[in-house]
């Protein structure tokens, strides 16, 4: 079975910290993975890709097929990184995607 | 351009009433879904449709009931709400080729009493 996991329920970091959001997941062929982020009072927005391998408001994540992991982290946390964060898998060609529980991130100043 | 809205945005239900959400998009995109969120299981999947006229079931699709008469709109129905489908409903679209991102609407918050 498909299935997305986020251990971290919450993550609170002091601003200029390194985070590291987790992300492992199971699935039997090739995965295509995302972090899709909610900042308050905004939407749903995606964040990164890993077939894009991009660095996006300084995260990164990096596709580890071996530890079937997909973490998000960034060396220096700001304060209007706090949101709500999820790993997403895609399950098919229709674009269905297989949600993480999410990780709520706190930076503190 | 307004991407992805949802109507209504709050609604009250009681037990075994019935309502309608209604998703627009105006991205002329082919792929809409429809998810509920909810704390601790993230987001999960209810019904989706690949394009006009077509609808298919996700991974919680019971009590709920979707039609796609215009490829602009996405409708998802409750015809007996029920305490347990108390949730935020998050619509969502994307184009029809290669790994599309998801464009999602501002979420309608629904409390079933």
């Known amino acids: 079975a498909q299935r997305v996991t986020q251990p971290e329920k919450l993550l609170s970091v002091f601003k200029g910290a390194p985070v590291e959001l987790k992300c492992n997941y199971s699935?039997?062929?090739?995965?295509?993975l995302f972090w899709y982020v909610q900042y308050s009072r905004q939407r749903l927005q995606l964040l990164l890709r890993?077939?894009s391998r991009e660095s996006i408001k300084g995260f990164t994540a990096d596709l580890n097929k071996g530890e079937t992991s997909f973490h998000l982290k960034k060396p220096f946390a700001q304060e209007e990184d706090s949101a709500m964060y999820y790993c997403?898998?895609?399950?098919?060609?229709?674009?269905?995607?297989?949600f993480g529980a999410g990780t709520q991130v706190v930076v503190t100043p | 351009n307004a991407g992805v809205t949802q109507t209504p945005k709050f609604r009250v239900l009681k037990t075994g009433q019935s309502m309608t959400l209604l998703c627009a998009q105006d991205?002329?995109?082919?792929?809409m879904y429809w998810y509920r969120q909810d704390p601790g299981m993230g987001l999960r999947l209810i019904h989706y449709?690949?394009?006009?006229?077509?609808?298919a079931k996700g991974e919680v699709p019971d009590g709920y009931n979707v039609s796609r008469l215009k490829k602009q709109n996405f409708l998802l129905g409750l015809e007996s709400a029920a305490p347990s489908q108390t949730s935020v409903y998050f619509c969502?679209?994307?184009?029809?080729?290669?790994?599309?991102?998801?464009?999602f609407g501002e979420g309608s918050r629904l409390t079933v009493l």
């Open positions: 969502a679209s994307r184009t029809g080729q290669g790994s599309g991102e998801l464009f």
């Open positions: 699935y039997s062929g090739s995965p295509e």
């Open positions: 890993h077939i």
């Open positions: 997403a898998l895609a399950r098919d060609s229709w674009g269905k995607l297989q």
């Open positions: 991205m002329n995109h082919e792929y």
């Open positions: 449709s690949v394009g006009e006229g077509t609808t």
